[in-house]
């Protein structure tokens, strides 16, 4: 059993920047692929960016350039550094963990959300 808990979601005006941090607690596994996914209201949850044991990296097209997605200074820890924020950025942000080598479409774990608020 693996607990996830996001951190650092605010509110911030476009063109700003917000750090997330995910922490790892429980039974928890250095191989795993830990990521982001994110829901705007009304919309259905989409995946972010993630990266695998081995330090790969994977982002969403629409924020490639934009965030970076790195293993924490602790350890069992994740974030996603987001610069450049957009409107369309607004969103509950939340990490997730895979078991598998890749991030699936259905994490085997996932946090509670965060919310980012990106004004105009």
């Known amino acids: 059993q693996v607990q996830l808990v996001e951190s650092g979601g605010g509110l911030v005006q476009a063109g700003g920047s917000l750090r997330l941090s995910c922490a790892a607690s429980g039974r928890t596994f250095s191989t795993y692929t830990m990521g982001w996914f994110r829901q705007a209201l009304g919309k259905e949850r989409e995946f972010v960016a993630a990266?695998?044991?081995?330090?790969?990296?994977y982002y969403t097209d629409s924020v490639k350039g934009r965030f970076t997605i790195s293993r924490g200074n602790a350890k069992n820890t994740v974030d996603l550094q987001m610069n450049s924020l957009k409107p369309e950025d607004t969103a509950v942000y939340y990490c997730?963990?895979?078991?598998?080598?890749?991030?699936?479409?259905?994490?085997?774990?996932w946090g509670q959300g965060t919310q980012v608020t990106v004004s105009s």
């Open positions: 997730a963990a895979d078991r598998r080598s890749l991030m699936t479409t259905t994490p085997d774990y």
């Open positions: 990266i695998s044991w081995t330090g790969s990296t």
